[in-house]
Every structure is written in structure tokens, then in C-alpha cells.
RNA sequence: GCCGGAGUGGCGGAAUUGGCAGACGCGCAUGAUUCAGGUUCAUGUGCCCGCAAGGGCGUGGAGGUUCAAAUCCUCUCUCCGGCACCA
């Protein structure tokens, strides 16, 4: 506030209000009450011509209200989108709300208040903001994931999910109705045929062990459990066994990493996606487990059924990627929940195996990986015989084996892998190499030969029988044929992906459109249907108490009875409690904005096809994985099923940079508060700051710029010069008190000072730090703006005496295209930081000519405009423009205008520049060579040497090698 | 540990993709205007030597390719972000 009130105050005291100074506190409002009144972003009904759909991800709407992270983003895509108006194309620019979800209901819970009431109130709050900063959103079409109107929708979505199977043959979601039943199911009546074709739907419930987060009160996807901590607050998780609605996105794994080939995204971001689907290929083959006598004739047998699509009992299936190493297979490993652990412990064992297992059940994820990751097993008692060589190996249980990935049993080979290689050398278990390092590899191949260090890469098979010699690649094929041709194993991929955990133990969340079949005693029968899409949407009920309470039930399990048991047709019904995670509504809400009020369909099909698909998506890194990934699977979902029209949603995605805090300088103290350099200082294992040498504590001291001086390569304390300081920009944090509030800046500066600032502050995709005193420069540049077109001393608001309707000159001419080029480029390739860089320097032009003709200037103010729309309109209606600026045409440049006539070229010697010369632009190369050559510095530095070559580049420079 | 990204003045950052390093902004300095200034205007501002003309050095570090390297190659250091027993 200090600035600018002291600019007012100023003004009037001098009683001299009426001084038309540049003022964004009046102008700012006024032109957005302009904008609401008139419409004037309002979306065309048809997208004719070129259309461009621009796209932010929408905010979830916190109490805490927009921080300056959200506006980087948003004054990016309008800048683009007011571009695209002038430029005459169709633009759909939208926003809304992410408004289901964790964050909101623990913010109930604190203050007291439902949900609801407190999610529309930070909406309302959003908005203000949103609308304080004039973004040219088409505010019509405002959408939120919790109105009933809107999440009818999510819920029909999931019936289409639910109604779906994959077919992997056409690698296509089908209706579940053309899911092809086997006789022998068909026989046995229609219960069966139902349960078979509930295990194929997309939308699925299983049993499978979840991530259960007692403190949330509800369960997780994998995704949003990281270090076996919750992402939203931290807690602990555990793994628990629970009945869940899972969705089969792992059926589509294939195609949403193919699929990445055929969108604009930044490398980046598609190998994150890439690594988090982790595709892997490799082979699974079964192990016989039992004698070696009954060995024979079970290989004789798969020779003739060939490999089961399950595993029969008296077999141990494993996955490899490297099948390869088969020979070196020297023992086995189940995960501790696999299902034979029992059956595979002999009694002697089963007093061990049982408290190992008990551990790592208790053992939350986090506790598992605070140990460091010391290898811990149990031997079963039972052994596995290799089909490949015929050798008996044991069985160990282990919890390093992941009993969610592959078959949750691995065949060990030490030799060629780091964890089997750790493992065996802690329980003394053989070591066979197989494979030998190329001459090259960087290892040494006398111990990897004599088993006493481990090889992960590339070789020729060795101990290996008929493939001795064989080149990795070559033998992995040819072992693979010869597997699949004997019927002990075949060909397989597997996914880190897993199927994607959709039920959430919460009250604020979509309810789920599903019925369970309950029996005259209330119990489920196990039975279930869909809530018919006429009955929808179902909405939430009621409930005094909507707290969790640590225990896995949901809290609409509380509802009346009336919402819980409905009765359909005399059949008595109890619907699903769970509700839908936050993902669910943010998964197709780019899908509403194009036609956010039909209540007939949850988009328009002749609309999609106008819209679809979105041009450009901005928004934050940290929905690299999760949400791009949901919101692609859904797409593609809907893309099988024919209700749209592309396979991909987002063609073009830019992830913003951080905004961080202000930098600073940090000096750290000892306990006798004597400074210590930070060079000796370190953080220990409780985040606790520490002296390196004697692991004395230090504590952390924040320090004035004024106190810090530049000294070397970093910087040092001017007091005392030997003591090193860290100078960093820091996240913003409400904890270290370095967040910066977008209301007080509006409030300060004016949002078009925000707006300019945000995007001047470097490249979209950075992370920045934040600097008041970079803002007060833009803020700067808008004064000055204001003052080349503004007559800032008459009393009335006139135009500066300066601006003429004279002709241009030649110069100014240049200048002007000059400019448009450069800001019409850049803006297109969102380099926003240069664009505005190239307007300051027209307006460090102008404002020292004394003749500014009206019309440069007015084609300037259409350039500024995008970046700055308040003072853009203002001046545009000063200088005789009519009504809004927003669709006036976007500037025009001759390309011949944009170049000067003459050039200075530089003359090196030997990469030196020794003298410059101006010619006239396009001078042929040998009047260039000869020109610089008669050049009087260059005659005299040339006395008494030799030209030995000499480069000319036309236009752009000469360099003489002489010597 | 693995995978990404980045290192350029006191600071944020430019550099037509191999062609004058430091555009633009902040900061700082000097001067003018002003009762006053976190006003406005003008000039200067990478570092070192020099009164100057001029010269030398300079894009994290070391080497290389080239007439020419911030940009390409090899090695290396530092910082930031992500993943983390996925067989």
C-alpha cells in the first residue's frame, strides 16, 4: 500500500486530485465492471474459423486464497487468448473450480462449518480475485466439481466406466453387453454370468491390500502416498486389506504411453509419465515345485496343455526381465503376502516364516524403508526346481519381493542383479554368474566371473549350456521361443502402473451411482447395479456428523435410511457409501466448458468436435503424474465408447515455473553466538543445523541484503569478511513467512503491474524469485506508458501535446513494425519476458521523440493490451478509439519495415573486434571483405602481418586470420 | 542410488541456435529539476591495468573441435526438482 497512498496523499494535499496520474485503483474496476456488464469475452455459440481453446488448470479453491503461483499461470493463457481474439479466431477460455476433495473437508472439520457452505464461500473469494486481475475468462460458463448439476455428470461418466471391458485383442473399451461369456459360464445361470462380467468392468471392486491412512480416516491411491507418508498432511500410511472400487487404468497402460508421441508436451513431462507407466518386458515362467521325479512328467505334460493362463497349484510363477539369466537362478523369492506362503512353509519352518510375515504386515511402508534397506528374509523349508537345468533351489520369503508387481515371486540370480546379489551374501546363498561383461564394460570381469561382484548389464551368456555365447538380446529371444515352445513359460509386460484405487472413506466426494443387492437381512448379497441414468444425479445426503473417525467405514454410512436403502421394483437396495476421489470431477471438466449447461448430455457432440481438442494447458508441475495421467485414461475411455472425437485431451501442455519468495541471506551463529561460515555447516539427520566438524548445534540467522558483500563466488559477511553466508530464494511458505499476497500487490501496484510483472520475471517454465523492487519497475514502465500518450499537466484528461497526426518518419516506422514483429513472435511462442522487453524499449523511443504520432501509438496500445488490458483501454478511448479494444484487429508489420538500412558490422582479427563499420544491409560479400579491408584501424593492426583467410558474413560480421 | 533441469554482472534475465556476450528491468553512481522525494529527466555502470587513447581477462571448472564457442564434444564440480527395493 505505502507507495502508492503516498503518492496519493500527496496529490491531495496539493488539492490537485483531478491531475489525470496514471491511477489503477480507478481505472482497473471500472474496466472489468465494463467487461462483466458488456460480455465482451463471451465464447461464439459456434467456433467459426480458426478455433483455440486455451485452457488452465482450474484452482482448487482454498480458504487461503490465490497466492502469485496462480496468476503466472493465468496471465499466461490470457495473454493468449486476448491475442487470439484480435487475431480473429474462436476462442474458448474458461474457468472454474476443483472444489471436491481432502483439503476442503479438513478445513470443515476445523472450523466447524459444512463443506458446502465454507467451498462456496472461498469460491466466491476466488472469483473476486479472478476477476480483480481482468482475466478474460468467459465467466458464463463458470463451472464447480460440487454442483449437483456438474458431478451428474462424473457420476454418468463412471456408469460409462462401470459399463465398460476392455478388449485387448482390439485394445478397445467395449460395452460389458458384447463381452464375449464361455459356454460353460453361460451354463451355469445368470448370477454366474453377472460375476464373470464384473470382473472384467473398468470399474471394478476388489479385495487387494490399500493404503489405509488412519489419521485421514480413508484410503489412497498409490499416487498420493509418497515415503510412506499421506501427500495431504503427512501421515502415516499402512497397507490393510479392504473391499475398494478400483478402475482398470492398467488396461490402457499401452496406449497412454504410446499415445504420448502424438502431443506437444515438453520431454520432460512425457518421461515422467513414461517412468511412472514403467513398462517392462520380459517373460514369466513357472517353477515346479515338488520332486524331481514327478519333475519329468509334469514338463511332459506342459508340453502337451502348454503354458497355463494361471498358475496351477503345484507351480511357482515369476516374472523376469531378464530372462536371460535363467541359468543363474540359484534360489527364489515370495513377497510375504503371496498366496503360498503357507502351503510352501514346511512345519519346521512355519513357527520363522510366521512371525517374519506377522512383521512385515504391521510394518507400515515407511518403517520398511527406514531400515535402510537391509535385506531381511526367512527361509520356507521348500525347494523349486528350474526348468531349464533341472537344479533344486530353495524358497526364501522376503519383503524386498513387492507382492503387487509381476507375480509377486522372483527367481534370484545374485550374480546379475544388486538386491538377489545382497541378499545371498547375507544368508550365504550361491552365486552363478551367466553372463559375460563385454571387453568394454567398465567392471571387473575376473570378479564378476568368480561370483564376487555383481554385473547388471549387457553380455554373453556363460554356464549356460546350448546358449553359451549368445549376445543378451539374441539369447533373451531365443530363450523366450524356446520357453513358450515347452510350456514353462512366455512372452510378458508388466507395469509399475496399478490399477487405480477410486473409493474414498469421506463425506465431501462424488457418491458413487452403484446399488448393492442386500438379502431380508440386510446383508449384501453380493450383487450390485447401476443407479439408472434417469435417477441421476444422487446426491449427497445430509449428515449431522460428516467426521471420519479412524475407523474404515464411511461416513455415509450415517445417512438416513430413506437415501441409504432405496427400494426398486420391491427389491430393497443399499447404496455404495464410498465416495469418489478428488481426481474424479478435475478428470473431464475441460469437457463441460464446452457446454457447461446442457442437462441432457455431459457435453454436446456437435460442440465437442467444434472444440476439442484443448490447444494450449497451463499449469503447475506437480500434475505431471496424476491428474494428466487420470484425466488422459477417462478420455480415452470415452474416446472407445464414441463420445468424443480425439484420442488425447490436451495437444499442447506448458508447466509453469515456482514462484518463489524474495531471496535472502542466511548467516548461522554458535551457541556462543559467534558467527561460523556456512561453508562449515550442515544439516543433520533431524534437520537440525550443525558446525561439520564437532557436530555442535548453530542456529540459523536472517540477515538485512545491506549486511551481505559479494566475495568470490558467493558471498560473505561485510562485518567480517572470512564468514561465507548463503544467499537463496526459498519456497513460499506460510511458515517462513515469505508468501506474497496477490491483494496486496492489486492493491499497491495495480493488476496490470502484477499481470506485466509475472510474465517479465523470466521464461513461463522457470522457477523464479519473487522481487518487490522488480514489480515497482514494471510499474515504472506503465507510468511511463501512461505519460508518452497522457498530457500528466493540463487538469483535464488529454492527450500529450507530443502526439501529432502528422506522418511518421521514417525511424519511428521501423520502430513501431520493429516492434510488432517482436511481440507478435514472442507472444506466440510464449516468450512473454522478451515481448515485453522489446515494448519497453519502443517506449524509451517515443517518449524522447518529440512528435508521437497517434496512430503509432494506438497500434502500440493493441500490443500492449493483452499484458495489460486495464491501461490499454484507458488510453485506447483517449486516443479516439471506440468501445473496447478486445476485438479491435491485432497489429499488422511489414517484414521490410522490420530491418534498418544500414548495419554495423564487426571486423575482428583473429576473433577480435578491432573496428566496426556501417554498410548497407545485403552488401555482397567481397564489397563487405573490401570495405572492412580499407578500413583505416584495420590497415594499421594489419602493418606487418599476413592475411592468411578471410571470413565474411554478409550482414552479420568479418573475421581476418592473419598473424 | 537412479532420472530430469539448470549454472552468464551486485540481482532477475537476453543472445537471431556456432557469428559483436550482458538486450530489457532492478540496483548502484554522477548531474539537472524539485520546499521535499522510493518524483521526473540526462549520463554512466562485467572485471582488471591506464588520466586517456588503448590493452588484457571474462558465460561453474579443466581440456578439445573451429577463422569464430555461453552455444558443439570429453571429463568434472555445484545447485534445484522428481522417483526410490518394480525383478
Redesign the pocket.
Known amino acids: 500500500m ?2 502508492f497512498d ?1 503518492k496519493l496523499s ?1 496529490i491531495r494535499r496539493k488539492g490537485i486530485l483531478t491531475v489525470p496520474k496514471y491511477n489503477p485503483a480507478e481505472i482497473e474496476p471500472r474496466w472489468q465492471r465494463f467487461w462483466a456488464e458488456n460480455k465482451t469475452f463471451k465464447t461464439p455459440e459456434e467456433a467459426t474459423g480458426e478455433k483455440l481453446y486455451v485452457l488452465d488448470m482450474f484452482p482448487y479453491p482454498s480458504g487461503d486464497g490465490l497466492h502469485v503461483g496462480h496468476p503466472e499461470g493465468y496471465t499466461a493463457t490470457d495473454i493468449v487468448a486476448r491475442q487470439a481474439r484480435m487475431e480473429g479466431k474462436s476462442v474458448l477460455h474458461p474457468i472454474g473450480f476443483d472444489a471436491f476433495g481432502l483439503p476442503a473437508e479438513e478445513h470443515a472439520i476445523k472450523t466447524n462449518t459444512p463443506p458446502r457452505v465454507s467451498t462456496e464461500r472461498n469460491i466466491k473469494n476466488f472469483v473476486r480475485q479472478l476477476k480483480m486481475l481482468g482475466f478474460s475468462y468467459d465467466w458464463d460458463r463458470e463451472i464447480s466439481t460440487t454442483d449437483v448439476a456438474y458431478f451428474k455428470w462424473t457420476q454418468w461418466i463412471f456408469l460409462v466406466l462401470y459399463d465398460t471391458w476392455f478388449d485387448h485383442e482390439q485394445q478397445k473399451g467395449r460395452p460389458i453387453a458384447e463381452l464375449p461369456i464361455p459356454e460353460d459360464v453361460r451354463a451355469e445361470g445368470e448370477t454366474v454370468v453377472r460375476t464373470y462380467q464384473d470382473e472384467f468392468r473398468l470399474a471394478y471392486q476388489s479385495n487387494a491390500l490399500v493404503n489405509w491412512c488412519p489419521a485421514l480416516g480413508t484410503v489412497l491411491a498409490n499416487e498420493e502416498v ?1 515415503d510412506g507418508l499421506s501427500q495431504i498432511g503427512g501421515h502415516p500410511v499402512q497397507r490393510m486389506p479392504l473391499r475398494q472400487w478400483m478402475l482398470r487404468i492398467t488396461s490402457y497402460a499401452d496406449r497412454l504411453e504410446k499415445d504420448l508421441d502424438s502431443v506437444d508436451w515438453s ?2 513431462i512425457k ?2 509419465q513414461r ?1 511412472w507407466i ?1 513398462r ?1 518386458t ?1 517373460a514369466e515362467v513357472d517353477f515346479f515345485v515338488g520332486s524331481e521325479d514327478d519333475m519329468s512328467d509334469w514338463k511332459a505334460v506342459r508340453g502337451q496343455t502348454g503354458f497355463p493362463r494361471k498358475p496351477s497349484s503345484e507351480v511357482l510363477r515369476i ?4 530372462p536371460d539369466t535363467l541359468f543363474g537362478a540359484t534360489y527364489m523369492v515370495i ?1 510375504p503376502e503371496h498366496e503360498l506362503v503357507q502351503s510352501l512353509t514346511t512345519t519346521a519352518r512355519k513357527a520363522a516364516t510366521e512371525a517374519y510375515c506377522e512383521a512385515a504386515a504391521i510394518k507400515s511402508d515407511r518403517d ?2 527406514d ?1 535402510k ?1 537391509t ?1 531381511t528374509g526367512v527361509f520356507t523349508g521348500s525347494f523349486a526346481i528350474n526348468p531349464i537345468n533341472g537344479k533344486q533351489i530353495p524358497i526364501w520369503i522376503a ?4 507382492a503387487s ?2 507375480t ?1 515371486a ?1 527367481m534370484a540370480v545374485p550374480a546379475h ?1 544388486g ?1 538377489d546379489f545382497e541378499f545371498a551374501k547375507m544368508y550365504q546363498l550361491e552365486i552363478t554368474p551367466v553372463i559375460k561383461p563385454p571387453a568394454k564394460a567398465d567392471v571387473d570381469v575376473e570378479a564378476v566371473l568368480a561370483g564376487k561382484k555383481c554385473f547388471l548389464g549387457n553380455g554373453n551368456g556363460i554356464n549356460s549350456n546350448q546358449y553359451d555365447g549368445l549376445e543378451t538380446q539374441e539369447f533373451k529371444t531365443r530363450i523366450i521361443a524356446d520357453l513358450e515352445q515347452s510350456g514353462v513359460g512366455r512372452a510378458a509386460v ?1 507395469y ?1 502402473l496399478r490399477d487405480w484405487l477410486f473409493s474414498r472413506q469421506r463425506f465431501w466426494g462424488e457418491p458413487f451411482p452403484i446399488l448393492h443387492e442386500i438379502d431380508g437381512h440386510g446383508i449384501k448379497t453380493g450383487m450390485m447395479r447401476a443407479v439408472e441414468v434417469t435417477e441421476l444425479p444422487i446426491d449427497l445426503p445430509y449428515i449431522e456428523d460428516f467426521k471420519p473417525h479412524g475407523r474404515p467405514e464411511p461416513p455415509l454410512e450415517k445417512a438416513d435410511d430413506d437415501w441409504l436403502y432405496p427400494v426398486i421394483d420391491g427389491v430393497k437396495y443399499k447404496r455404495e457409501t464410498n465416495t469418489m476421489p478428488q481426481w474424479a470431477g478435475s478428470c473431464w471438466y475441460y469437457l463441460r466448458f464446452i457446454d457447461p449447461h446442457n442437462d441432457q448430455a455431459f457435453v454436446d457432440p456437435g460442440l465437442e468436435k467444434q472444440w476439442m481438442p484443448v490447444d494450449l494447458y497451463i499449469g503447475g ?1 506437480e500434475h505431471a503424474v496424476l491428474h494428466l495421467l487420470y484425466a488422459r485414461f477417462w478420455h480415452k475411455v470415452l474416446y472407445d465408447r464414441g463420445y468424443v472425437h480425439t484420442t488425447e485431451p490436451f495437444q499442447k501442455l506448458v508447466n509453469q515455473g515456482m514462484i518463489l519468495g524474495d ?1 535472502e541471506f542466511t548467516g548461522y551463529r554458535n551457541t556462543d553466538e559467534k558467527w561460523v561460515s556456512a561453508d562449515q555447516v550442515s544439516e543433520d539427520e533431524n534437520k537440525k543445523f550443525v558446525l561439520e566438524a564437532d557436530n555442535s548445534l548453530v542456529h540459523l540467522v536472517k540477515l538485512d541484503p545491506e549486511q551481505a558483500e ?1 566475495r568470490d ?1 558467493g558471498f560473505v559477511l561485510k562485518s567480517d569478511p572470512s564468514i561465507r553466508i548463503d544467499s537463496r530464494a526459498y ?1 513460499m511458505s506460510k511458515s517462513r513467512g515469505n508468501v506474497v499476497n496477490p491483494d496486496e500487490i492489486v492493491a499497491d501496484y495495480g493488476a496490470d503491474s502484477l499481470r506485466l510483472y509475472e510474465m517479465f ?3 513461463l517454465e ?4 519473487w ?1 518487490m ?2 514489480v ?3 510499474r ?2 506503465l ?2 506508458v501512461w ?1 508518452m500518450v497522457v498530457d500528466e499537466k493540463n487538469e483535464e484528461f488529454a492527450v500529450n501535446p507530443a502526439i501529432t497526426d502528422d506522418e511518421p518518419s521514417d525511424a519511428q516506422l521501423r520502430m513501431l513494425h520493429k516492434t510488432i514483429k517482436a511481440v507478435t513472435d514472442d507472444t506466440h511462442s510464449l ?1 512473454f ?2 515481448a ?2 522489446r515494448m ?2 519502443f517506449v ?1 523511443y517515443f ?2 521523440e518529440a512528435k508521437r504520432p497517434r496512430e503509432l501509438m494506438s497500434q502500440f496500445i493493441l500490443l500492449l493490451s493483452p499484458f495489460a488490458p486495464h491501461i490499454a483501454e484507458e488510453i485506447w478511448k483517449l486516443l479516439g478509439g471506440a468501445d473496447t479494444l478486445a476485438h479491435e484487429s491485432w497489429p499488422k508489420y511489414d517484414e521490410a519495415l522490420t530491418v534498418d538500412s544500414n548495419v ?1 558490422i ?1 571486423i ?1 582479427i ?5 573496428s ?1 563499420i556501417m554498410v548497407p544491409r545485403g552488401l555482397s560479400k567481397d564489397d563487405l571483405e573490401a570495405a572492412a579491408m580499407a578500413n583505416e584501424k584495420i590497415v594499421q593492426q594489419l602493418v606487418g602481418k599476413h592475411v592468411s ?1 578471410v ?1 565474411v ?1 554478409p550482414d ?2 568479418v ?1 581476418i ?1 592473419a598473424n
Request: glycine fraction near 10%; proline fraction near 4%.
Open positions: 505505502e507507495i503516498q500527496v509418497s520431454d520432460g518421461k515422467l517412468d514403467g517392462s520380459g516374472y523376469t526381465t531378464r513377497s520398511r524403508q531400515e534397506r535385506k519383503d524386498y519381493v513387492l508387481y509381476g509377486g522372483i542383479d538386491r508388466n509399475k508441475a531471496v559479494k563466488d519456497k520475471m523470466g521464461p522457470q522457477a523464479k524469485p522481487s523492487a522488480g515497482n519497475g514494471v515504472n514502465f507510468d511511463r505519460r516468450d519476458n522478451t515485453i522487453a519497453m524499449e524509451n517518449t524522447k554495423e564487426p575482428q583473429l576473433g577480435k573486434v578491432r566496426k583467410k571470413i558474413v552479420r560480421l573475421n586470420v
